[in-house]
């Protein structure tokens, strides 16, 4: 998020914070019922551990591919800035 534009970041805060918080819970969820599916002697607990860990992705590979494509700026944006508040 170094090279983030704050003002489009600003504008697409709510969109962020949406991509953050729910996006990241269904993502862990979603992977832990799948990897619960996969291996029935974890425990939901196990799951939902493995599910956090894995679910989080890294943005910067994701970044440079949309800025190589010619993607948009507001895009790229808001897939920093949605890094930005889960990462810290």
């Not at 969109?15 to 002697?41: D, H, K, N, W």
Request: charged share 15%; aromatic share 10%.
């Amino acid at each position: 998020a170094f090279y983030c534009d704050v003002h489009v970041f600003e504008r697409l805060l709510w969109q962020s914070i949406m991509l953050a918080v729910p996006g990241l819970l269904i993502a862990t969820m979603l992977t832990a019922c799948i990897s619960r599916f996969m291996y029935p002697e974890w425990s939901w607990i196990a799951a939902i551990l493995f599910g956090a860990i894995v679910s989080a992705t890294d943005p910067v590979a994701v970044v440079a591919l949309l800025r190589d494509l010619g993607c948009s700026k507001k895009l790229a944006t808001l897939i920093e800035g949605e890094s930005l508040l889960n990462d810290g």
